[in-house]
């Protein structure tokens, strides 16, 4: 008898409790001390590794580790610091604006809603996703390009772009579990579900739900 794919909930329910096996601690890729630290070290990643900005941003607290003194930190300074983060001119500009308005119009502090981090330079929905989740601690499901391709590998979305994911998930997976699962997409991603390691038909999780798959799983870019 052929192997069946599994059922859509049935899907949820084992890649939930699977995860939590693998995964039971969830602690953040991205050092940091504050939402403000947070705030900027997610800005930083974007198109950059956890890793290399983990190893930039000792020496940019060292230049300044607050939205006050950070405001005053000439661009070129900054952009000197962060430089092998890539997009660093554009990023250096945001840094000391975003510090500035949290200056000027946040009493230095980093606005605990979603609509007021939007709107600071530099911060997309998924950077104000993870400040939100990770900082302040509310359900929130930041897509990344991890997250989106797996979830369509899982048979969970078929979005075409990180928006329409994070709709299908939010409604696929309780919202007490969306600020550690988020996590544990993407550590599965990189250790066992790769872009190259697995097409949707290699990990443990991908046979799993879809044993009967024969051909890779194409992804739909974000």
């Not at 947070?38 to 939205?67: G, K």
């Not at 809603?113 to 990770?134: F, Y």
């Not at 989106?148 to 579990?177: C, I, M, Y």
Request: hydrophobic fraction near 35%.
């Amino acid at each position: 008898m052929s192997a069946k794919n599994l059922l859509k909930q049935e899907r949820v329910d084992y890649i939930l409790n699977r995860l939590e096996e693998l995964y039971p601690e969830t602690p953040v890729p991205l050092d940091h001390f504050d939402a403000y630290s947070l705030l900027v070290a997610v800005l930083l990643s974007a198109q950059c590794t956890d890793e290399r900005v983990n190893q930039i941003t000792p020496a940019l607290w060292e230049l300044a580790d607050n939205p006050y003194d950070m405001a005053k930190v000439p661009v070129e300074k900054i952009q000197e610091v962060i430089r092998p983060c890539g997009l660093s001119p554009q990023k250096s500009k945001a840094i000391q604006k975003l510090s500035e308005i949290l200056v000027n119009e946040y009493h230095g502090k980093v606005p605990e809603n979603m609509a007021a981090l939007e709107t600071l330079p530099g911060v997309g929905h998924k950077t104000a996703s993870v400040v939100m989740a990770q900082a302040f601690g509310h359900p929130a499901f930041p897509v990344d390009t991890h997250i989106h391709r797996l979830a369509q590998r899982w048979g969970l979305t078929s979005g075409k772009n990180v928006v329409q994911t994070e709709k299908d998930l939010k409604r696929v997976f309780p919202s007490d579990k969306w600020n550690k699962l988020h996590l544990q997409i993407i550590f599965y991603g990189r250790e066992y579900c790769s872009a190259r390691g697995c097409d949707g038909t290699v990990c443990e999780i991908c046979t799993t739900c879809y044993p009967a798959r024969k051909n890779p799983k194409k992804t739909k870019k974000a």
